[in-house]
């Protein structure tokens, strides 16, 4: 079996949130900060001191490389601790209060449960559950690594292997998830959005007697005219000019517009 291309577990988490920003980050290599990003790197700086501790009698480890072959994934739990009888039980440290959007959480969720299968390959203990620890309100909540939720990993595993294959960025989703985003100014989603109307209003602005026929010089094709006052000057301008020696009418299709 020929050895899956690595993908990082935070891929999963940016793709889940979004398939464009995992893009950027993933193949375009762009990251730019904001108050969150920031926000969320200072508590992973205190977190992910690497190192070993024992406490009540559990072995605490931090900032520990995880991996798994069968998925070909790779990442960095920011603590693991370890239980009496060696079953590992992965905590990943969050920014900001417990009560999340259900679509932020469920990409914390995804990220954790990779964390949870990837021990499991590693220890070959089962992983029951995890816990995400909110730094803001300074609460955990307790994520039971259900196999609807291995599902979700697996199959956003090899969404995000082919997205990086094929190199290409996803079209912006253009809705409230751009407000917290880091890369906003790079993905430009408004912007993006936008050409679609602009396209579609240079289609209506003329448009042909026949859109499967090619206009040419034996057949010249005429404009219906559409009640837009921009119309209308273009289309006498080309009757005008068709009085002139040698004038041959334009090609016009109904994707074409005067330019």
Known sequence: MPELEPVSISALQHWRYCPRQCALIHIEQAFTENVYTLRGQAVHERVQQPGVEVRAGLRVERALPIWSHRLGLLGKADVVEFQTDGTPYPVEYKHGPRRKSANIAACDDLQLAAQAICLEEMTGRVVPEGALCYTSSKRQRAVPITPTLRAEVELATAAVRTLLEGGRLPPPVNDERCG?????????????????????????????????????????????LRKVTYGWRMKQSVLRSSEKPGFRFPCITSDQSFV
């Open 180 to 224: 917290a985003c880091s890369l906003v100014e790079l993905c430009q989603p408004q912007a993006l959005a936008a050409r679609g109307a602009q396209a579609d209003a240079r289609r209506q602005l003329f448009e042909s007697e026949d859109d499967s026929k090619q206009c040419n010089s034996s057949t010249p094709c005429t404009l219906r």
